[in-house]
């Protein structure tokens, strides 16, 4: 029996998308987070950022846009002359704990997970590990509620956990904004498209059921997403409304 018969006429559960993927295979880990990151992460600019002027002060540990300020997580850095990553957990900064939070509980699920890309402190960058993949996924995995903000510098970049933020920031897309970010993410990143669409339903409270091969997402209307296995991965081959 094949993978799509198993799944015929199956609704989903409440079971985590986590309970049923490879979380040593970063490809998976990334794919499950990337939905609900940027989801966030278009609302967060929406209602969060503004296109205001930014301002960090460590020391204190906020991020200010504009004048509104909230609490900030230290995720890690980028550098231009080494062309490479740091995790914040590494701490080269002498930053107090409390501001590292965020990293060292990507370190304890690298070493839980044996999954490298969390767990090694500093690597080269490419395009699959830089700042904004790995940033997705410390606040894709955080049970707390954050947005992840670059902040360039003339040495490179810094990557930051916003925090206490409005909670329209959390908001669930609708049935255009969910089509319309699945086809930009599946562009734009190397995923498994069926762990990114289970996940974001899963987060975004959106109940779904299987008809073979094509997924049935109940929003304000249906929206059908069909698949087919490529490799040892899912592939989506359309999305619409019929």
């Known amino acids: 029996m094949g993978f799509f018969d198993k799944l015929k006429k199956t609704e989903n559960t409440e079971k985590d998308i986590f309970d049923t993927i490879n979380k040593s295979d970063w490809l998976q ?3 499950a987070c990337l939905g609900k990151a940027m989801v ?3 609302n967060a600019r929406k209602y969060v950022v503004k296109d205001r002027n930014w301002n960090v002060d ?4 906020y991020i200010a846009f504009g004048e509104d300020k909230y609490p900030v997580q230290f995720i890690g850095s980028e550098s231009n002359s080494s062309n490479s990553w740091m995790w914040g957990w590494n701490n080269i900064n002498n930053f107090p704990p409390q501001l590292i939070t965020l990293a060292n509980e990507m370190l304890d699920k690298g070493e839980e997970w044996s999954l490298d890309p969390l767990r090694v402190p500093q690597f080269d960058l490419n395009d699959i590990f830089n700042g904004h993949p790995l940033s997705i996924v410390a606040c894709g995995l955080s049970k707390d509620d954050y947005f992840y903000y670059r902040g360039p510098h003339g040495g490179g ?10 909670q329209e920031v959390f908001q669930p897309a609708n049935i255009s904004e969910f089509a319309n970010l699945t086809v930009q993410c599946i562009q734009q990143y190397p995923v498994d498209h069926k762990i990114f669409t289970e996940s974001l339903l899963q987060w975004n409270r959106t109940k779904y059921d299987w008809d073979g091969d094509t997924l049935i997402a109940h929003f304000s209307q249906n929206l059908y997403i069909s698949f087919e296995q490529s ?6 081959t359309g999305i619409n409304t019929k």
């Open 157 to 166: 970049a810094v990557f930051m956990a916003v925090g206490n933020v409005p």
């Open 29 to 31: 880990v990334f794919s």
């Open 58 to 61: 460590f020391g204190q540990g």
């Open 40 to 42: 966030i992460q278009n």
């Open 231 to 236: 490799g040892d991965y899912y592939r989506i």
